[in-house]
């Protein structure tokens, strides 16, 4: 697969082609994304909960955000790399927002940032320094808090209106892509509509440019809970823990290792002349 570009992106809303899209977090997953062919991968702040056991996104640092993604970078050359901006890192306005998106695009080596929440002027500002930003509205897990936890947003015509016309600014300012999570499918297909920019659904039905899921959710490797928009492809986390199951019987048993994964070169009696 060619190097995925924006405008390889908006051919695809064009053409009304589904775009694929997937978080991964190091070097391996990375990898594995790349052969499926995937079109985009979210170095997501979702690692927070995922690889490093955190109970939120919160936390997790720039620092740590650069880390992960030079790791993607150099599994996936092909799907455009997206590094997520740390909660924090963004908030305070358009030049903390630069300085924040310039490591990850420079120290990590992602392709463009996303962001969450609607900051039309901070996004307006990212943009003219030449930064290519993907905004993320509906439910916004950093902030969560404020959106009455991890639940369905625009759930009513003032909710959803106010959604709609987020993602219209957000396009207004520079935006290249929306990713759009937890709403009715209706307001999904009507976001998608509204905007010519390609909009990519996590719980936002199947009216979406294209669909966005957690690796470690859509492979069964993260079973402290799972939103009803998850669909589990595989289940991954246990297949491994009956491999690591299995592994820990046969060395007990002492089955493992066999003949064939011994090195063999000398004799007990030779090796007895030593002592
Ligand atoms: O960090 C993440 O995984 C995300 C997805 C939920 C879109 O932002």
Excluded: W
């Excluded at 697969?1 to 190091?26: H, P, R, W």
């Amino acid at each position: 697969m060619a190097k995925v570009t924006i405008q390889k992106l908006q051919e695809m809303k064009q053409n009304g082609e589904k775009i694929s899209y997937v978080t991964a977090y190091d070097f391996g997953q990375a990898t594995l994304v790349e052969k499926a062919g995937i079109e985009m991968i979210l170095v997501g702040d979702s690692m927070s909960m995922t690889m490093l056991g955190n109970d939120s996104t919160v936390p997790l640092t720039t620092d740590q955000m650069v880390h992960h993604i030079k790791a993607v970078v150099k599994g996936a050359p092909s799907p455009m790399i997206v590094g997520d901006l740390v909660f924090g890192s963004y908030n305070e306005g358009p030049e903390q927002a630069i300085r924040s998106a310039n490591r990850l695009l420079k120290e990590g080596g992602c392709d463009v940032v996303k962001l969450e929440g609607c900051m039309p002027e901070t996004v307006r500002r990212m943009v003219e320094a030449g930064i290519g930003v993907q905004g993320h509205i509906g439910l916004t897990p950093q902030t969560a808090g404020l959106l009455g936890g991890f639940k369905l947003q625009g759930k009513n015509m003032d909710a959803a209106r106010k959604i709609v016309e987020q993602a219209k600014a957000l396009e207004e300012a520079g935006a290249f892509s929306l990713v759009v999570e937890c709403v009715p499918e209706e307001l999904g297909r009507a976001i998608t509509e509204a905007v010519k920019i390609p909009v990519i659904g996590i719980g936002a039905g199947r009216y979406c440019d294209g669909q966005v899921l957690v690796y470690h959710d859509l492979l069964g490797m993260f079973d402290r809970f799972r939103p009803k928009f998850v669909k589990k492809y595989a289940d991954i986390g246990d297949q491994i823990v009956k491999a690591l199951q299995d592994y820990k019987q046969e060395v007990r048993d002492v089955k493992f290792p066999s003949d064939e994964y011994v090195f063999g070169g000398l004799s007990k009696d030779d090796i007895g002349k030593i002592y």
